[in-house]
């Protein structure tokens, strides 16, 4: 597939390394022909290789694809993917269907229920919210297994960063969510004339007491009703039905 992630140490020495999305081509299109990138790809496949690596391959730009530039309506920025087995699929807090909730994510749907009244749902897969133009980056897109940040570093933040800021580029405005200190930094990277930016403590239990009764979802949704557009349907929908 052309618009997936094909790594290869060949194609990605040679700058053909990870393909983007056909959504984001226009706009980042750019990035990928920069030696930093290369490297990057040629890091990466070097890494599939040799180690167990996070999301599986081909996986890598899920978010992106989920989610095209021109539907973007709201931006939460992780860190880095989820480091053990099953869980990571290319979208920030978000786990694939049948894999136990994690602790982060099982907190933001606490404080879901708490601001909007919109209880747990029996999964952790966050695509509905991605296809309502919810873009669930991570600042660093592959993890060694077991080995948190293993590929800090190694130039995901460089591209990651390039993304924050074509959305930021953008003519309509979008709610960019900054959670815990990491995700904050990148505040410079965003226009603050023409977005909305909801900032608060990560979900993360060492952060938790901070970030429960900061009602984020209400604030995102209060953000695109004034801007004229629809609010985001938080519901996750259950996979058992009743």
Same mark, same amino acid.
């Given at each position: 597939?052309t618009?997936?992630?094909e790594?290869?140490?060949?194609?990605?020495?040679?700058g053909?390394g990870l #393909?983007l999305?056909? *959504?984001w081509? #226009?706009v980042?299109?750019?990035e990928t022909e920069?030696?930093?990138?290369a #490297?990057?790809?040629?890091?990466?496949? /070097?890494q599939?290789?040799?180690h167990?690596?996070?999301?599986? *391959?081909?996986?890598?730009? *899920?978010a992106? #694809?989920a989610t095209?530039?021109?539907k973007?309506?709201?931006l939460?920025?992780?860190?880095?993917?989820y480091?053990?087995?099953?869980? /990571?699929?290319?979208m *920030?807090?978000?786990?694939?269907?049948?894999?136990?909730?994690p602790?982060s994510?099982r907190n933001?749907?606490?404080?879901?229920?708490a601001?909007?009244?919109?209880? /747990?749902?029996?999964?952790?897969?966050?695509m509905?919210?991605?296809e309502?133009?919810v873009?669930?980056?991570?600042?660093?897109?592959?993890v060694?297994?077991h080995? /948190?940040?293993s590929?800090?570093a190694k130039?995901?933040e460089?591209?990651?960063?390039?993304?924050?800021?074509?959305?930021?580029a953008?003519?309509?405005?979008?709610?960019f969510?900054l959670?815990g200190?990491y995700a904050k930094?990148?505040l410079?990277?965003?226009?603050?004339?023409k977005h909305?930016?909801?900032q608060?403590a990560?979900p993360?239990p060492?952060?938790?007491?901070?970030f429960?009764?900061?009602r984020?979802?209400?604030?995102?949704?209060t953000?695109l009703e004034?801007?004229?557009?629809?609010?985001?349907d938080w519901?996750?929908?259950?996979?058992k039905?009743a």
């Open positions: 597939m618009d997936t992630v790594a290869n140490v060949g194609g990605a020495e040679s053909a #393909e999305p056909e *959504s081509r #226009e980042l299109g750019t920069k030696p930093y990138f #490297e990057l790809a040629a890091f990466v496949a /070097a599939r290789a040799e167990q690596v996070f999301p599986p *391959s081909g996986q890598e730009f *899920s992106l #694809e095209p530039y021109e973007v309506r709201v939460v920025l992780g860190q880095d993917p480091h053990d087995d099953g869980q /990571a699929h290319g *920030s807090f978000s786990v694939l269907p049948g894999t136990r909730t602790p994510l933001i749907f606490k404080e879901l229920d601001d909007l009244g919109i209880p /747990a749902p029996d999964n952790g897969y966050l509905h919210w991605a309502q133009g873009l669930l980056l991570n600042a660093v897109l592959t060694r297994a080995e /948190a940040n590929h800090k130039g995901w460089k591209f990651t960063d390039a993304v924050i800021q074509a959305v930021s953008r003519e309509e405005p979008v709610v969510v959670w200190n930094k990148k410079p990277l965003i226009d603050t004339g909305v930016v909801v608060g990560h993360s060492l952060s938790a007491k901070l429960f009764g900061s984020p979802f209400s604030q995102i949704n953000a004034g801007f004229g557009v629809d609010p985001i519901r996750i929908p259950d996979l039905q």
